[in-house]
């Protein structure tokens, strides 16, 4: 039997990683694997991980404030490995020239600004 697709959460503040993660396991876990990573770096080890085994990721959720390296460097770094994975950004900020970089560098899906509680109510896109 096939592997889950898998949705990677990707944020290196660990409570909102880990809110993250149960927000999107309460509603996508019968369907997908959802795996955070606390880094980019962590998170482009798990892509090529998949990516070697062949399992495929549906969907990248990213935060963009991150240290050495960023959301959108961490996409584009993705890209060529999963293409057709969904990328999502997460900012805190509402810097509206990052997501238009994004859109046209990555061809970004969206762009959510955090935090939101409960999710159902405040992800809202950009």
Known sequence: MPAKPAILAVDDDA?????????????????????????GQEA????????????????LIVDQRM???????LLREALPLQPEAKRILL??????DVAIRAINEIRLDQYLLKPWD?????????
């Open 91 to 96: 900012t805190a900020y509402a810097d509206t």
């Open 15 to 39: 409570p909102v990683l880990r809110a993250v993660e149960r927000d999107l396991r309460a509603h996508y876990a019968g369907d997908y694997r959802v795996i955070g990573a606390g880094s």
């Open 67 to 73: 240290p050495v390296m960023t959301g959108i460097e």
């Open 118 to 126: 409960p999710p159902e109510e405040r992800l809202y896109p950009v």
């Open 44 to 59: 482009l080890e798990v892509v090529r991980e998949l990516t070697r085994r062949g399992d495929p990721v549906a969907l």
